[in-house]
């Protein structure tokens, strides 16, 4: 690029041959005069001993980490699963330690300014009042919530939780894009961005003198159990669900710092306070760190419409019986136009300019901004006043460069002059350019920092890098950010060696008490046990189906046909060897487990994501008949992988109770249906090897009974023999051990409302004989099953 | 004139609702030179375990009820002496011209209750719409007052909409009812705040109660009054709020009753409730309003 400075030799040679700096654009890497800064040399002389095709291959290390780690970014689409890869951008950005303390000095003050701003809109308004802030930019915000009016929290604070997107000028300066108030989001995955950095350099000798990110969150979980302590009770994250973008952070965040990862209909207000609805009953909640916007947060006195939200949950806030990370309401210090009077109103609060400016910003209702936003509208961005998305996000911007965006008709001019008071000019900031490896060699690509800051009993506590945006093009205004881009890590970096954390004293420990299992979460997981078995039941059927069929060559087949009608009946049409049934079942299983991930492991996600995706291919290729029949052996191995996986590595928590009496009552099911079919008297010849082979009893069969199938001895061996983890019976005194183990388990020193139907039906199985066992009684059988299950949710409701 | 007012509100649910939840806009309080409430009791059938009141942003008594056991009905009564004053025969239009109103609002740059800025903007359910205000438009003369225009805006709605008591419901959105030129008196009013937005004219809802007059020679029937609504302009600081009622073309007065006033609807609907059931809910309500004197 033309007037693009020179690099000097020895600093970069061919890794940074071509990283063409914008002549008038600040540059990570180099200074002005064209010099490698000092902070980045330890990492560019280590990067240099290796060659392009060992970069790549430490750069795909990165990704299979955050791959396999299960890190997503959910795209909001017509799918509402569809995840997109953590877009990492492997080149970390470098920053001294000197130079980071004085950015965060400055965060400081305005995080202690939003605060008071804040404070002020929620109390007596004299900011509005004295003229320092249009009426008008508060009374039309939706972010301002009327019932939050004269609410002081509990805590004292509005803000506890903020995130700050700076950027470097062409002067080399730093100035703030945007405040996020409302619901910061980015922390876990800065964490994220870490651990895979560790992985792409590790072995590299670079960690010694960068500041480790760890600390902050436990800080900030610190605080979180000082704002618990101030009302009693459980903390917890609330989330607006699995479909949301960032639903991956809630759940590593929340798995990260052990706290509750809830929704909105997890909860219930009583009394005043807000209560989580678990296995055992409602149980009180004194922090909610809210990563939902407030509107939504309570239908009954915020947005009505919302479906995600807690009635009651403002009442129980302005009775100062939870405390909100951050405050409802607080959401109001992202609208855009305030960055228009912040400069102003800190010298007013505090008697003194911001040290840390924001983006120059003009809201067009005065005339004289106005009017200058309109004659310098060709280096600006002009978008909505009441907006609270970050310059770059998509959409923030109507305008750009004097024209319209989208090619819109009309005047910028004209627009402006109508609609003022509606919109803010922002001036169309170019930002400094870091590396980033194109695939052959570095190149400068514009950046910005988000800075994650904490309320914490020392003062506001910032995250020592973690996260910055990586545009995808060179083009080095704001606005580029817009189009994708992606994510690095940010490497803080002392003088002097960071000493390494010091052992932690034995302090004494206490075991978290378990039993704590919100209703909703223990749903999903009993579901989540009943899908996969159902489907595992399903791959048998239809293996058999497929074998027969390449058995005999004849779909006319007695039997054949009595397995298809059966699968029938489950809505499985045999005519597609890999029926839809199969895939959609899946989906519901991985809908559940999606809900619960927090308490899942990361493993056993895997598995189940493998196991949708081994299926596609599947579907395209596969054959009728052994082809088929082989393709569900296989399917059957990585199901059994995914159950072992679960099975062996999960802690024996009530979530895995609920697991596995789903899994026993669907399979107890299947069982009974199946021996009602296939074992039924009048059924066709080879009916009792099909019951048996649906078991995976051959072989025991063969063993125990040295004769050719009976009913008898098919009845024995499936509904009666407890030894048979595949036989009715084993199910039922499964369902017996794990319900003992249930709350409400024993109610005033009798068997609960559970316990007792249980019981009814185990002992009428234990004393059965196979003769008892008609294809009548199989049928009431199920009715019973179907009771257990009813009860078991209800009880738990 | 004095009132003795009783109102009656009940719901059956199909299936009982769990955990439910509902926030009452439904006891009058006093306004200076507007109404005085002598006595007002409210009492809930169940009656529920939490309930409390308190005064809402906009000033209104709010009450707040929860149960924690399913309920499979639920029941309101609502009884009140009120007396209402009459407004002065010869109000003086101290009000600026249509024209003048933009300073007129930005002078009043504060964001207490009464703030007209509150009620120039969008609200959740009534925003200014392009075919509301050309409306409007069309039917104001230039060198109006902003007094004058809220009466004629009034009446050229009360002329244009036809009153239907069953073509919308509570959610039908104003453009619908609008385009219709249909509805009740909810509808009335939340298409006459969209025209005054649209002229630049802070204006809000009321909800209250109307005495009505039965047919000469006819005795009053008991439980035939109504629930109503009206519309509050806001006509400069010197003349304030006015009141103004669509559905029958007049200021609202000795007839009119005030409950709650706010943006639109959604800020003082009587009964807001939110209910964990998945089965569908009917409900019966009955006015009763006496003159006592």
Known sequence: MAGAAAIPSGAGGALLSGYARQPGVADELFTSDGEMRAVWRPFISELEKLNKEEISARFARGDRYLHDAGVFFRQYSSDPLTERAWPLSHVPVILPEAEWNTICKGLAERADLLERVCEDLYGPNTLVAEGHLPAELIADNREWLRPMVGVTPRSGHYLHALAFEIGRGPDGSWFVLGDRTQAPSGAGFALENRMANARIFAEMNLQDKRLRLAGFLSDFRDAIDVLRNQVGGRSAILTPGAGTDTYFEHMYIARYLGLLLLEGEDLVVQDGRVMVRTVTGPKPIGVLWRRLDASYADPLELDETSQIGTPGLVEAARQGAVNMVNALGAGVLETRALMAFLPRISRVLTGDALTLPN???????????????????????????????????????????????????????????EDGARLVGQEAVTLSTTPAWDGNRLVPRPMTVRVFAARTSKGWSFMPGGYARIGSSDDVTALAMQRGGAVSDVWIVADNPVPAVPPQDSKPFRRAPTGFLPSRAADNLFWLGRYVERAEGIVRLLRAYHLRLAETGNSADRRLAELSTYLDGFGVDVATPIPDALPNLLDFARNCAGKVRDRFSVDGWAALQDLTASLEPLQKTTRPGDDCARAMTDLLRRLNGFTGLVHENMYRSMGWRFMSMGRALERGDAMAAALAVFADVGAAPGGFDIAVELGDSVMTHHRRYRVETTRDTVIDLLALDDANPRSILFQINRLSDLASDLPFAEVAGRPGELVRVILTAQTALTVADPSDITTERLSDLRAELAGISEKLLAVHS | MRYRIRLTIEYDYQQPSDHARNLLHLLPSDIAGVQTITSRLLTIDPMPPERSERLDFFGNAMTSIAFHEPISQLGFKLEVEAQRFAPSDDVLDLSPLLENMPQEIAAAHHLGPLSPQHFVGNSPRVGAMPETTDFARAHIQPGMTALEVVQAIGRALFREMRFDATATEVDTPPADAFAARHGVCQDFSHIMIACLRGLGIPAGYVSGFLRTHPPEGQPRLEGADAMHAWVRAWCGSELGWVEFDPTNDMVAGLDHVVIAVGRDYGDVSPVKGVLRTSGGQESRQAVDMVPLD
């Not at chain 1, 978008?383 to 609270?388: I, V, Y």
């Open chain 1, 359 to 417: 983006i120059a910003t003009w809201w067009c209702g005065g005339a004289k901004e106005r009017a200058y936003v309109l004659e310098n509208a060709e280096r600006m961005m002009i978008g909505s006043a009441l907006a609270c998305d970050l310059p770059f996000d998509i959409g923030a911007t109507t305008a750009l460069g004097g024209k319209l965006r989208g090619g819109a008709a009309g005047s910028v001019e004209r627009w402006i002059t």
